[in-house]
């Protein structure tokens, strides 16, 4: 079984930073993908940073230049280092894993992880 476990959130205040990290269990499974999406209330879930296995990234504009992600793939974990943080960074951040397991696409999501930027 996998699981998808997330620490980092917290409460900061703009301009500050904040890291996430979300490591994946499971030793038959190497994602393909991982990154990180976001909900704020009353809106929906958005792409925050995804990154492959080989690194390639896709970040959202309104994360781009203070978001870095990174990720390691002996361990199964990506890291998220958020700088500059705005109010409007805050939401519960989901950490994401496509990828195979017994040569069946999947699909994981982590439980989420509370980031509140204060003005």
């Known amino acids: 079984q996998v699981q998808l476990v997330e620490s980092g959130g917290g409460l900061v205040q703009a301009g500050g930073s904040l890291r996430l990290s979300c490591a994946a269990s499971g030793s038959r499974f190497s994602p393909n993908t991982m990154g990180w999406y976001r909900q704020a209330p009353g809106k929906q879930r958005e792409l925050v940073v995804v990154?492959?296995?080989?690194?390639?990234?896709n970040y959202a504009d309104s994360v781009k230049g203070r978001f870095t992600i990174s990720r390691d793939n002996a361990k199964n974990t990506v890291y998220l280092q958020m700088n500059s943080l705005k109010p409007e960074d805050t939401a519960v951040y989901y950490c994401?894993?496509?990828?195979?397991?017994?040569?069946?696409?999947?699909?994981?999501w982590g439980q989420g992880t509370q980031v509140t930027v204060s003005s």
């Open positions: 994401n894993a496509r990828g195979f397991l017994y040569s069946v696409e999947v699909v994981y």
């Open positions: 990154i492959t296995s080989g690194g390639f990234t």
